[in-house]
């Protein structure tokens, strides 16, 4: 391994962490944004190979995982490597997932069950259009009525308020590549003089960047709360500012990029996990002394635009 690259590299989607802020509190350590599956493999394979590095974080979403994961399956070479999933929350891909793929963060269906099995028309599943494991699971198994946020009008809202007790949305919507084009087209609808819904809205794993705009609902709605994964390890908030306090989730991978030689401890106390060993966690009754964000919590937004 070439001087001062540390055992260990870090990939990520697009408008998550910024250069600056890999370099301060990731360093000496390779990394790539990106989208594309076929570019991230390639990282991966070129780390490997030139910089002899077997651990690999990938701060991803599960529509990119997946393919990812299939690539790097086929590959043999990559049989003795590690990579820690601490994005990806969908189902479906970690039922599928290769034995030295793990995952930091609890299952959607962990997720959403405070979500299930109740009365229809009191809670509405609003969901982005984009077509993955992760929106598709949301929209199949999520509370009735759902909708794609494109099917969604304000007719339909006021048929979920005038058919049931309305009391809360469910929203998972996307943000990719910083376009906010969903959530603007929620608020559109949501703050329409004729819409009647006025009570609780719940989104999905926020971005700071779409805070500003949901926001604004607060002007209308009874409350406005961010519900996600619950994560397996990570540090104090205050240490990291600009870092999203919403998720967790690139806190959570910072100190798993700065502790990659103790992953094996991690595997073996299933504080990370995989298909292989995801019973072990279901009954788990101790949690890291650092634990802090609680599997589908809700976190209350009355005050997040004190931080802009």
């Not at 360093?27 to 991230?40: A, G, H, M, R």
């Not at 982005?128 to 009525?145: F, H, L, M, N, V």
């Not at 703050?191 to 607060?218: G, Q, R, W």
Request: net charge positive; proline share 4%.
């Amino acid at each position: 391994m070439k001087k001062n690259v540390k055992n260990v590299a870090y990939i990520q989607d697009p408008d998550l962490l910024t250069q600056e802020q890999i370099k301060k509190y990731m360093p000496c350590v390779k990394n790539l944004t990106s989208f594309n599956p076929i570019e991230i493999y390639k990282f991966i394979v070129c780390c490997n190979k030139c910089y002899k590095i077997t651990n690999f974080c990938l701060n991803i979403n599960s529509g990119v995982l997946r393919p990812v994961t299939n690539l790097i399956e086929k590959n043999r070479n990559l049989d003795k490597c590690i990579f820690i999933s601490t994005r990806s929350t969908a189902n479906k891909i970690r039922a599928t997932a290769p034995k030295n793929i793990y995952f930091a963060l609890s299952s959607l269906d962990v997720v959403i069950s405070d979500y299930t099995n109740i009365n229809p028309f009191t809670v509405m599943t609003i969901v982005s259009d984009s077509r993955t494991a992760y929106y598709d699971q949301i929209y199949e198994t999520g509370p009735k009525p759902a909708y794609r946020i494109s099917e969604l009008t304000v007719e339909k809202v006021n048929e979920f308020v005038d058919n049931g007790n309305g009391i809360d949305l469910l929203i998972a919507l996307s943000d990719d590549t910083g376009d906010l084009k969903e959530f603007e087209e929620l608020n559109k609808i949501l703050l329409d003089p004729a819409c009647k819904y006025v009570n609780f809205a719940s989104f999905m794993t926020l971005e700071l960047s779409v805070i500003p705009i949901i926001t604004k609902l607060k002007n209308k709605l009874a409350g406005i709360y961010g519900v996600a994964s619950n994560v397996s390890i990570n540090g104090l908030i205050e240490s990291y500012p600009g870092i999203n306090p919403y998720t967790l989730y690139q806190n959570c991978a910072i100190q798993l990029v700065n502790s990659y030689f103790i992953w094996s401890f991690y595997i073996k106390n299933t504080i990370v996990f995989n298909r292989f060993n995801t019973d072990l966690i279901k009954t788990k009754k101790t949690l890291p002394a650092n634990f802090q964000f609680l599997s589908t919590s809700r976190h209350a937004l009355d005050s997040v635009d004190e931080i802009y």
